[in-house]
């Protein structure tokens, strides 16, 4: 490192001013850092491990712009350990281990320990992560890894068993959007010398846009302010094409809250309904794009399933219900790929909705005439004396009969009444054993 001079400050007040809005509003503080609650939520081991400073090795595992560095820098600010920072791209086996030796020095000379951070870890080859084991090992650095890849895949055994793995997820909208209120308000390291006038809008739209990815969102919004000349009122107004233009994603025209949500769902459910599923994707598709909610798609999907295709291919529930599953174990972005392939089985699948006009049918006969006694011989004839009373008497057990036996099973006053009607789509056929009973059941 150079030594300080009469410029040393100059410089540094220099770099600060050339790095993007995303490094500069890099949090300092836990108490700064946005989202990550299901590892650094009240009373979590990672935050009380932090706030201890007693960390062990740890390797944090998610995709690009949830806050991995950020996190590292956060414990190098907290920690009283001597803090390093690498990049694997950059550095080879004998930068590594000067790195190492240092780290001993410290430890030997000082009694203070290490915390090594090298990002993007699993670039690192064998060689170069079997060079860390021994260090990693006997305590000298305290290891903090921040990978895109799975570490299982990505990082060596040895270094796996001894440390700890936490997974940052995508961050909400909710988060990223406070994120960028925080930018334009923040004097010092923010946007907050520029006047800005943001359109709500428009923030939501970097915000959803943004996909989980905060150093997205950050260089779109300080793309924008930059970019946008104040107006006559002084003020650097940012709409929303301007914020579409800014993260090169086209604005739909998509209010979750409003006509537009409705006109589009109702679109997808009427094309899986009448079988066209190329209009089914295209629909899906731009639901996607506008950051609608997976969970709601799925139900959209299972409840199309159940009604619209039913009993033609009772399999369709199956699918839309198994989509809901995948959707939750994966995650964007490849959750579009377990919706689409339900959509379009959906979409493809035969259609009947006798099961659901006939639950209705039954639903509204239950409103309007009440529950009818059960017929004797169907009542429950296992607990003590019930039979003294005739019930179960003169019942037929259908497997008695190969499967089918005629008998009544609806109530008296309902004899005869008929809720399913198939539709003869698919399977939704008439049984065989049905075939020459002109009244059906009873």
Same mark, same amino acid.
Do not use: C
């Given at each position: 490192m150079s030594e300080p001079n009469l410029f040393s400050g100059q410089a540094d007040a220099n770099r600060r001013?050339?790095?993007?809005?995303?490094?500069?509003?890099?949090?300092?503080?836990?108490?700064?850092?946005?989202g990550q609650e299901q590892i650094l939520g009240p009373g979590r081991l990672l935050r009380r491990a932090i706030e201890a400073d007693q960390l062990s090795s740890l390797l944090f595992y998610g995709p690009p712009g949830v806050g991995k560095t950020s996190l590292a820098r956060v414990i190098a600010n907290t920690t009283s350990s001597s803090f390093k920072q690498l990049s694997a791209v950059g550095t080879g086996v004998a930068e590594l281990r000067a790195v190492l030796q240092a780290a001993r020095q410290n430890l030997e000379l000082y009694n203070m320990r290490t915390v090594l951070f090298i990002d993007e870890i699993h670039r690192f080859n064998k060689g170069q992560q079997d060079a860390l084991l021994p260090a990693v090992e006997d305590g000298t650095v305290i290891l903090i890894g921040a990978t895109t890849e799975n570490p299982y895949f990505?990082?060596?055994?040895?270094?796996?068993? +001894?440390?700890? @793995?936490? +997974?940052?997820?995508?961050? $909400?909208? =909710?988060? @990223?959007?406070?994120l960028l209120l925080l930018a334009l308000r923040d004097k010092e390291r923010g946007l907050g010398n520029f006047q800005v006038d943001m359109q709500e809008e428009a923030l939501l739209h970097i915000a959803d846009a943004a996909a989980g990815d905060a150093r997205n969102a950050y260089n779109a919004l300080e793309l924008a302010v930059l970019?946008?000349?104040?107006?006559?009122? *002084?003020?650097?107004h940012i709409t929303l094409e301007v914020a579409a233009e800014s993260i090169q994603q086209k604005a739909l025209h998509y209010d979750k809250q409003g006509d537009n949500h409705y006109d589009v769902i109702s679109a997808f @459910?009427?094309?899986?309904? *009448?079988?066209?599923?190329?209009?089914?994707?295209?629909?899906? #598709?731009?639901? @996607?794009? #506008?950051?609608e909610q997976p969970e709601f798609i799925c139900r959209r999907i299972i409840i199309c399933a159940a009604e619209d295709v039913g009993l033609a291919d009772p399999q369709a529930l199956q699918v839309a219900t198994a989509c809901m599953d995948a959707v939750h174990f994966v995650g964007w972005p490849e959750a579009r790929i377990p919706l689409a392939l339900a959509a379009v089985y959906v979409a493809r699948a035969p259609k009947s909705n006798s099961a659901y006009l006939g639950i209705d049918a039954a639903?509204?006969?239950?409103?309007?005439?009440?529950?009818?006694?059960?017929?004797?011989?169907?009542r429950d004839s296992s607990y003590p004396g019930a039979k003294q009373f005739g019930h179960g008497a003169g019942y037929k057990y259908a497997h008695?009969?190969?499967?089918?036996? /005629? $008998? /009544?099973?609806?109530?008296?006053?309902?004899?005869?009444?008929?809720?399913?009607?198939?539709?003869?789509?698919?399977?939704? =056929?008439?049984?065989?054993?049905? #075939?020459? /009973?002109? $009244?059906g059941r009873d």
């Open positions: 001013r050339a790095e993007p809005l995303a490094a500069r509003m890099r949090p300092r503080s836990l108490a700064e850092y946005v990505e990082v060596n055994g040895a270094l796996l068993s +001894r440390s700890r @793995i936490f +997974r940052l997820e995508p961050l $909400q909208k =909710q988060h @990223i959007r406070a970019t946008t000349a104040p107006a006559a009122d *002084g003020l650097r @459910i009427k094309s899986m309904r *009448g079988s066209d599923p190329d209009a089914a994707l295209h629909y899906l #598709a731009r639901m @996607i794009r #506008a950051g639903l509204a006969d239950v409103d309007k005439l009440g529950d009818f006694a059960v017929p004797r011989h169907l008695d009969f190969g499967g089918y036996v /005629q $008998q /009544q099973y609806l109530p008296d006053e309902l004899k005869g009444r008929k809720y399913l009607n198939p539709t003869g789509n698919g399977a939704d =056929q008439t049984a065989p054993w049905f #075939a020459d /009973q002109k $009244q």
